[in-house]
């Protein structure tokens, strides 16, 4: 056995010492400490020997005798004594000869451990120079006596005590391990550098002065100030050429040192505002903070956050720290450069993989970390992983920061799932698209929630829908513990559905949810079974929060009056029931607009508020029952019923004994990923082969080649996107809910541009009518194939490999031309889009010479200057919901940091999660059989009563006239297809309108034939011009020029008809060279009047017959009370869950459901989601 002694090299005397003076940081910083020490010492031990030195007693050598020197102007001699020898005190010099001992054994000791075989590089080192002209004399003067007195340049040690600093901040840097910034030791070195020059300057002079003027110490520092300084007052010189010469000398210096030091300090500054510097620690100790961590930082991203995150006033104190690894770009670089954010948005660049960075933004301090995605990568999923790393890096460094991370795929969520919040983009994207083809406008009535707004918007627009539409869009949600609220407090121990229509008929909020207690989950619309206790949280929908809110009480009301009967529900402005007004929802007061209710002829009973027989007939306004207390079962109706409780009585249509497809109910199989939410969905007895979801081929199990061979009986849903990710899984989960009736269940068609994976199908096969097919959305040819001709939705989804382009904002170039297209081949298409820019939305549906988009394009502008989140609000594609961007939902991660239930309430409404007893998002449209109810207000009592639904919001359309008309010709337009009396709407308003008579119906333009009968002849463009001549005729006598823009607009209305027969042809010609039955093509040329009707009821925008119409569409969130009803308005539902319910009622249920639906027309029925 052998002993093996390792490491004998560094057991050596030198190695130990090299290790102690040189490698190891602590003591090597000691030893720098010590040698910093020992020259500020030698150059305070001169300024003491000057001080006491005085040439007039006498110059000479040590032990010699003194001689007195008088300095001589006239002279030109020099007399070299006073320069060569000083007189020094035997103390002083016993202290400078030890001090210089040690630093010269220091320094020889220091050559001999960095030896490295040239002993030259060693000796002619300046700082070894230095040392041995300050440290040798005096040794020497040890040994000869008389040289004590020999004038010594000590002065020079500030120079080695500049470099042992330097040597000493660098190992101090290391000894802690952490990188101060480069700027402070540049800083550090500039202001030694120049305190050396004046130290060395004025301690020369005042030397070589002793054989001129005999200069003081302070004078000698007073000249080199005012030199160094440029000034020269001149009153002060040096008067022999030795100290001229050193004057000379300093000042060269000065002129190559210094600009090479003030140009490394530029740079570093640069460099500097380039990276950010640093947060320090004391201001995290004081100031709280966010951080934004990112991978790239685009002004857009910017401001969303900034605007949505300074939005809540306590947060108004907090200051954010972005933390990105790339250089901030010109735009970002301006905007925080603006006071507002320059005082309190610091920008560090670096990564979130460092410790070193994580600590310069203090994220062990932080308030909270938000850490977003980039998704205009082209590769989506290697942007994901980068967003794990970022989080596990910050978790890893600072465990106890909550983190809010955004998330791009499903499948990438589980890696994060310890984070507080995570906002899943595919999943709420595809959630929202879907919800949005059973109730309209989804993506928009999301987006107003998690904006914050104060609902100002549009409130100097002269267009009533914009003020109304703008007042509505401030709702948000809010929380507050039942026990501490005005407006919930009062209802405890009721149950939740009559505390939500009380508190929305009193105060105008909301109540949509609430959370127990002892149960963390948020149940949405739990409904009339669940009784309120003090100690819930209550979720509500309100311009702003109760706390926000003042209470102004009126005079108190008298009590009611035994067996008097009341007023009615809502009867005007003096007579409503209210206790108490809110300050805050004054801007909700909609009495002077169109919507005020119209007086009630004779009060309703409202003691008893018992239904009539029949509804409409007498004199009396039907009345609704009231809103329970406690929940009684046997008034609790599954269903909508908005007309007559008679309607429950009728017995059952024919339709329902029709087969309806066997369908099972339960948890699909296979899950595309990990971390999706269970959700009980229609699903087939037996997963469909592969083979069967192919749309456009047949195989051995059918031969369908089309949609039209499949004879599907409710219209299709087409998804248009580039791959089958696992995001497209939450596009069917919401339309196949448990939920959903089996007979309103539409087929879902895939328009794929890549074919899906097996494991995709996997995961699809088991949901009924479900198909794919591949092609692309610009292709006609696919469009067809698919069924788009039978389709009411197409959702179109951005594509992944187009979501970056090389100039800004032209992403979405391919999809809105395609769209486009889409529009003018198929106008009676619903087609939601999704764009990767917001501000892009204003080029969809795009018409040139649209005035009207001119004038929305200016409000816009003028609400950004205002500061709305919501500039974009206005544009009709935006608020009709028909263009979506996934951006917009980057707030709902932004206001979890002060309302931390935004995404599980989104999540719910979404369909995304379903928890046991939480609602459900729905909507139901009101037909004009529904407008006895007159007015919001009532509708929600009605629904409280009998099926304990919570509207939210109405989704309304209507016609439009364009304000920028003129005056009299508008008047005579305003026949609004939202008119309940179509009769009454066919009378003309102005000599035109009772010239043209029932006659000319056939020739009438689409603006007044949108109120004619079914039976009207098509509008053809050989009736129509005659009754543009006709029209010329008649408007002679009326203004001029009105008269002719209006001419000039039917010329463009027929040239658009002739161009849409045009395209029609070109469908109809594409639909028969691919085999395919042009039956159910429609020609748009063609449309009847009763055509366009349908058209603008159900929403559509595409009625282009005229330029100055145009039916728009927009979300009203918890409209006022008293807002009218208005036909074919749609209502935001929260329907509570079927499956909380006890199970005896779900026969009686199913059965009063289907009465509801047998007594709807077809056309409603197609459109009512229950």
């Known amino acids: 056995m052998v002993q093996v002694e390792f490491y004998v090299n560094e057991n050596t005397f030198k190695e130990r010492l090299k290790l102690f003076f040189i490698k190891n940081q602590r003591s090597s910083l000691r030893i720098r400490l010590f040698n910093f020490s020992l020259k500020l010492l030698t150059c305070l031990l001169y300024i003491v020997r000057v001080l006491l030195d005085d040439p007039a007693l006498g110059i000479g050598c040590w032990g010699c005798p003194k001689q007195n020197y008088t300095f001589n102007e006239s002279s030109s001699e020099i007399n070299w004594a006073p320069i060569l020898w000083v007189e020094r005190k035997t103390a002083l010099w016993a202290i400078q000869v030890i001090v210089a001992i040690i630093s010269f054994l220091e320094t020889m000791l220091l050559i001999y451990l960095s030896y490295k075989g040239n002993i030259w590089e060693q000796i002619f080192r300046v700082a070894f120079i230095l040392e041995m002209i300050n440290t040798l004399p005096f040794i020497i003067t040890i040994f000869w006596p008389p040289l004590r007195n020999l004038f010594i340049p000590v002065f020079l040690n500030c120079w080695l005590a500049k470099h042992a600093l330097e040597n000493m901040i660098n190992d101090f840097h290391r000894a802690i391990l952490r990188t101060q910034s480069a700027m402070f030791n540049q800083v ?334 948020i149940l949405l619309n739990p409904g009339p079974r669940h009784i309120l206790a003090a100690s819930d949280t209550c979720f509500y929908i309100n311009i702003t929060k109760e706390e926000n809110s003042a209470f102004i009480f009126k005079q108190e009301e008298k ?170 899984y939450n596009f069917i989960v919401p339309l196949r809910a448990y939920y959903r009736p089996r007979r309103e269940l539409n087929p879902i068609v895939l328009l794929l541009d890549n074919k899906p994976d097996h494991h995709f199908l996997e995961a699809i096969c088991c949901f009924p009518m479900v198909y794919y097919m591949e092609g692309s959305v610009d292709n006609l040819d696919s469009l067809l194939q698919c069924g788009i001709i039978y389709a009411d939705n197409l959702v179109v989804v951005d594509k992944e490999s187009t979501m970056s382009a090389e100039e800004d904002y032209m992403a979405d170039a391919k999809t809105i031309v395609s769209v486009q297209t889409m529009f003018r081949l198929f106008p009676s298409l619903s087609i939601t889009t999704e764009l990767t820019h917001p501000s892009n939305m204003r080029f969809m549906q795009f018409r040139a010479k649209d005035s009207y988009s001119l004038a929305l394009s200016r409000l816009e502008k003028r609400e950004r200057e205002n500061g709305s989140n919501l500039a974009f609000m206005f544009r009709l594609p935006f608020a009709a919901g028909r263009v979506f961007s996934i951006s917009m939902l980057d707030t709902l991660l932004y206001q979890s940091f002060v309302k931390d239930y935004m995404i599980p309430i989104t999540r719910l409404l979404l369909g995304l999660d379903t928890t046991p007893g939480s609602g459900y998002l729905c909507a139901m449209k009101v037909t004009e059989d529904d407008l006895w109810i007159r007015t919001y207000g009532r509708l929600f009592q009605k629904l409280c009563s009998s099926s304990a639904e919570i509207p939210i919001g109405i989704y309304r359309t209507e016609c439009h006239v364009f304000s920028s008309e003129p005056h009299n010709l508008r008047a005579q337009s305003q026949v609004s297809v939202s008119m309940g009396d179509r009769e009454d709407a066919r009378e003309a308003k102005g000599p035109w309108g009772s010239r043209a008579g029932p006659g000319s119906g056939g020739g009438t333009h689409g603006r007044h034939a949108v109120g004619g009968d079914s039976a009207e002849p098509p509008l053809l463009r050989r009736k129509s011009l005659p009754w543009a001549r006709r029209l010329s005729r008649k408007g002679a006598g009326h203004t001029g020029k009105a008269a002719a823009e209006w001419i000039s607009q039917q010329r463009l209305s027929l040239y658009q008809r002739s161009e849409r027969q045009e395209l029609s042809e070109l469908v109809k010609n594409r639909m028969k060279h691919l085999g395919l039955p042009t039956t159910g093509y429609e020609d748009v040329a063609n449309l009847t009047a009763s055509d366009v009707m349908n058209r603008v009821n159900l929403g559509y925008l595409q009625d282009e017959m005229n330029d100055h119409q145009n039916t728009l569409s927009y979300v009203l969130i918890n409209p006022p009370p008293d807002t009218r009803l208005e036909p074919n308005d749609i209502v935001y539902l929260i329907r509570s869950d079927p499956l909380a319910h006890v199970a005896s009622s779900s026969q009686s249920r199913k059965s009063s459901c289907g009465n509801k639906l047998a007594s709807c027309s077809p056309e409603t029925r197609d459109e009512t989601q229950f």
């Open 188 to 521: 550090l070195i500039l202001f030694c550098t120049l305190l050396c020059l004046v130290f060395t300057g004025t301690c020369g002079i005042q030397h070589l002065e002793r054989a001129g003027d005999n200069l003081s110490l302070l004078t000698s520092f007073y000249f080199c100030i005012v030199t160094f300084s440029t000034v020269g007052y001149g009153d002060v010189t040096p008067k022999i050429w030795p100290s001229q010469l050193l004057v000379v000398i300093m000042i060269c210096v000065a002129l190559v040192v210094l600009p090479l030091q003030f140009e490394e300090l530029v740079y570093l500054w640069m460099e500097r505002q380039k990276s950010g510097g640093n947060y320090s620690r004391h201001r995290a100790q004081t100031e709280k903070h966010v951080i934004l961590c990112v991978s790239s930082l685009k002004i857009d991203l910017l401001m969303d956050f900034l605007n949505e995150f300074y939005a809540h006033p306590r947060l108004q104190d907090y200051y954010v720290v972005i933390l990105c690894p790339t250089e901030m770009d010109i735009q970002v670089r301006r905007v925080l450069q603006i006071p507002l954010w320059s005082q309190r948005v610091i920008y560090l660049q670096g990564s979130a993989l460092k410790d070193q960075d994580l600590m310069r933004a203090k994220m062990d301090n932080g308030e909270a970390c938000f850490i977003l995605s980039s998704r205009n990568e082209v590769d989506r999923t290697a942007a994901d992983h980068q967003t794990i790393l970022r989080a596990w890096a910050v978790k890893d460094f600072a465990p106890n920061c909550p983190l809010y991370v955004q998330i791009l795929k499903p499948e990438n969520k589980f890696h994060v799932k310890f984070a507080e919040h995570v906002v899943c983009e595919e999943e709420c994207k595809y959630a929202m698209l879907a919800l949005s083809c059973i109730c309209p406008a989804t993506p928009t009535l999301i987006t107003l929630l998690v904006h914050t707004s104060r609902g100002q918007e549009g409130q100097d627009s002269p267009e009533q829908w914009q003020r109304m539409y703008g007042r509505c869009s401030g709702n948000e949600v809010y929380h507050i513990r039942m026990g501490d609220s005005k407006f919930f407090r009062e209802y405890e121990g009721k149950s939740f559905t009559y505390a939500a229509f009380h508190a929305h008929k009193k105060y105008g909020v909301c109540l949509i949810g609430l959370k127990r207690e002892e149960n963390k989950s």
């Open 559 to 728: 009590q009611k009056k035994k067996g008097s009967a009341g007023q009615g529900l809502y009867e005007g402005s003096s007579r409503l029931p209210v206790h108490s007004i809110i300050a805050s929802m004054v801007a909700m007061d909609l009495q002077n607009t169109e919507c005020r209710p119209a007086q009630s002829g004779g009060g309703s009973g409202g003691s008893k508020l018992a239904l009539p027989t029949e509804n409409g007939s007498g004199s009396r306004r039907p009345s609704i029952a009231p809103v329970l207390e406690v929940a009684d079962s046997s008034t609790l109706l599954p269903c909508d019923l908005l007309s007559d409780q008679s309607e429950d009585e009728m017995t059952p249509s024919d339709e329902e004994g029709l087969s309806v497809a066997e369908y099972v109910k339960g948890y699909p199989p296979n899950s595309p990923y990990i971390g999706s939410s269970p959700t009980l969905c229609h699903l087939l007895p037996v997963r469909a082969p592969f083979c069967c979801l192919r749309l456009d081929k047949g195989c051995k199990h059918n031969s369908y080649e089309d949609a039209k061979a499949y004879g599907f009986k409710n219209k299709l849903i087409i998804v248009s996107a580039e791959t089958a990710g696992n995001g497209l």
